[in-house]
Structures are given as C-alpha cells and as structure tokens.
C-alpha cells in the first residue's frame, strides 16, 4: 500500500510557502505529520495536563468561536488558563492551515478547538462510537452535504508518550468495498428523521453513505485485522493534519492532545474532484445531494 503519511520537517507554525506536494497529498486522503513542530506549553499550564480537570460527563473539554469553555470540572482560575492555553493552539492552527493552504482563507468554517486530557485506551464506548476501529469521520445527527472535515492535532503529552493511530487504506478503496453493503437510502427515512429531530437538517444520499461507509468499515472485525494499514505514533511534541472524513484512521492509544476542526464546501478545494463527495457520485453514478 503506497504511504499515506507526508512528513514534513518544519519547527515554524507560519509556513513560508504553499507546496502543491503536500495540497494534493491532504486532499488525496493522506495525513501531513509535522515531527518537530511543538505546541509549547507555559509554565503555568503544566497543571492542566491531568484528566481531573475534565467534567466526567463530558468526553472532551472545548471552545467555541465565542470564546465559552464547555466540559471542565476545573475552577474559575483554571477554566481561565483552560480558554487561554486552547484559544492559543486554535490561533497557532489557523495560522498553519492558512500558510499551507493559502487558496482556503475565507472559505473555512471554524468549528470549537477540543482539549483531550483522557487516555485513550481506558474509554469505554459502543463499537459504533469506539474509534480505536478503523473509519472515516460521519456525523449521524449533523448531515454535511459534503462538506469537508479538516483537522489539525497536536500530541502535548508532557512524559514523552506518543498518540498512536492506525492509518488505513485509500478513501476510494474503503469506498469500493463497502458501498456495495450499503443499504439503499430512502428519502422518507431521512424525512421522518429530521421530523423526530434526530437529525438536525435533512440527511441527503451523501450522509448516508458516508455513515455506512463508517458503520461498515468499524462494524467489520475481519476488515479490521486486515485491511491495508500503518500503526503510526505521532510523537510528543509533534502535529498532524488530515481531512478525517477522508483518511481512514482509529485512535489506538495516548493522552493530552489539542484538536481544531475546520469545515470546507468540497468546491473550495484546490482540486473537488479528489473529494469524498466527488468519489461516492462518481461510483454511484448519480448526485448524491
């Protein structure tokens, strides 16, 4: 299987000029893995490496594009430090994803910049909801339309511990296999769903796939043994970037990571046509929103 990870050797957030290498690489599927470009904590924010400071009931701590912190059991002192330390990396991110993608400024969408203070490997979740499987990110309750899912990760693990992840096969290979399962999509399913509100807006044909493509694969033991796959352990210190509606990943172990999400219409992209959305019309052989 041809490599899915670029690796870049930059120390600097700002990057000095775009490299069509690399645009195509993430827009391919593949996930840039940046080995020496650290988020650098303050002295004051070692403090908050600890899982305690999260609200059990919440799965991650973030913060929305207003500013409002959501998901700490911390205090008002370290909620404070909490915003700055996660308002920080969301600027530091930006910058990168601007620098790399200059053609991308003004078209993305922020979406709220997650701190992940658990370890990975003491999660207990459905095998839907377990991303220690492999998958493309799908949202059952948020249908999209095609809209892309770029992420930017940081490892701040302050003992040296890697994120390690699974990095699998090619979007269109993944598609190939399992758009034949696919359940067909029915239009009045997706009508009553949005009807009862478990879906937020109607889900088109695309969602659909997408969410079966993303059942299919997690749903699939034999597929998780042995599809085409990397065990890759993204260092201390270090940051990926990947379209993760695209590159198949699972999250196998590690703690203390800072993630931004930004959102992109396929049609902004430097190329559409390498898109997921592109893709599944292209094998479905009809428009799929």
């Given at each position: 299987?041809?490599?899915?990870?670029?690796?870049?050797?930059?120390?600097?957030?700002?990057?000095?000029?775009?490299?069509?290498?690399?645009?195509a690489?993430?827009?391919?599927g593949?996930v840039?893995?940046?080995?020496?470009?650290?988020?650098?904590?303050?002295?004051?924010?070692?403090?908050?490496?600890?899982?305690?400071?999260?609200?059990?009931?919440?799965?991650?701590?973030?913060?929305?594009?207003r500013?409002?912190?959501?998901?700490?059991?911390?205090?008002?002192?370290?909620?404070?430090a909490?915003?700055?330390?996660?308002?920080?990396?969301?600027?530091?991110?930006?910058?990168?994803?601007?620098?790399?993608?200059?053609?991308?400024?003004?078209?993305?969408?922020?979406?709220?910049?997650?701190?992940?203070?658990?370890?990975?490997?003491?999660?207990?979740?459905?095998?839907?909801?377990?991303?220690?499987?492999l998958?493309?990110?799908?949202?059952?309750?948020?249908?999209?339309?095609?809209?892309?899912?770029?992420?930017?990760?940081?490892n701040?693990?302050?003992?040296?511990?890697?994120?390690?992840?699974?990095?699998?096969?090619?979007?269109?290979?993944?598609?190939?296999?399992?758009?034949?399962?696919?359940?067909?999509?029915?239009?009045?399913?997706?009508?009553?769903?949005?009807?009862?509100?478990?879906?937020?807006?109607?889900?088109?044909?695309?969602?659909?796939?997408?969410?079966?493509?993303?059942?299919?694969?997690?749903?699939?033991l034999?597929?998780?043994?042995?599809?085409?796959?990397?065990?890759?352990?993204?260092?201390?210190?270090?940051?990926?970037?990947?379209?993760?509606?695209?590159?198949?990943?699972?999250?196998?172990?590690?703690?203390?990571?800072?993630?931004?999400?930004?959102?992109?219409?396929?049609?902004?992209?430097?190329?559409?046509?390498?898109?997921?959305?592109?893709?599944?019309?292209?094998?479905?052989?009809?428009?799929?929103?």
């Open positions: 299987m041809e490599s899915q990870i670029i690796e870049i050797d930059l120390a600097d957030w700002q990057v000095n000029a775009p490299n069509q290498e690399w645009i690489g993430l827009e391919a593949k840039l893995y940046f080995p020496h470009l650290a988020f650098e904590l303050l002295e004051s924010e070692l403090s908050l490496l600890t899982p305690e400071i999260r609200d059990p009931k919440k799965r991650n701590i973030s913060l929305d594009e500013g409002h912190l959501k998901g700490a059991a911390a205090g008002v002192d370290n909620q404070l909490l915003a700055l330390m996660i308002g920080r990396f969301r600027e530091q991110a930006q910058t990168l994803v601007y620098s790399l993608l200059p053609k991308y400024r003004g078209q993305l969408r922020l979406a709220p910049t997650s701190y992940r203070p658990t370890q990975v490997e003491t999660r207990t979740q459905s095998w839907r909801a377990d991303d220690r499987r998958h493309v990110d799908a949202f059952p309750s948020r249908p999209n339309y095609g809209e892309r899912i770029l992420r930017v990760f940081c701040i693990n302050p003992d040296g511990v890697p994120r390690v992840w699974r990095v699998g096969e090619p979007f269109e290979t993944v598609a190939a296999k399992f758009l034949p399962r696919a359940k067909p999509y029915s239009r009045w399913q997706a009508s009553a769903l949005k009807a009862l509100h478990v879906t937020k807006s109607l889900r088109s044909e695309y969602d659909h796939l997408m969410l079966q493509l993303h059942d299919g694969m997690k749903g699939d034999e597929y998780q043994k042995n599809a085409g796959q990397i065990t890759m352990p993204f260092a201390a210190g270090s940051v990926w970037v990947c379209f993760s509606d695209q590159a198949s990943h699972s999250v196998m172990s590690g703690q203390y990571m800072l993630e931004q999400t930004l959102h992109l219409a396929a049609a902004k992209q430097y190329d559409p046509s390498s898109s997921p959305l592109a893709i599944l019309t292209r094998l479905a052989g009809h428009p799929l929103v």
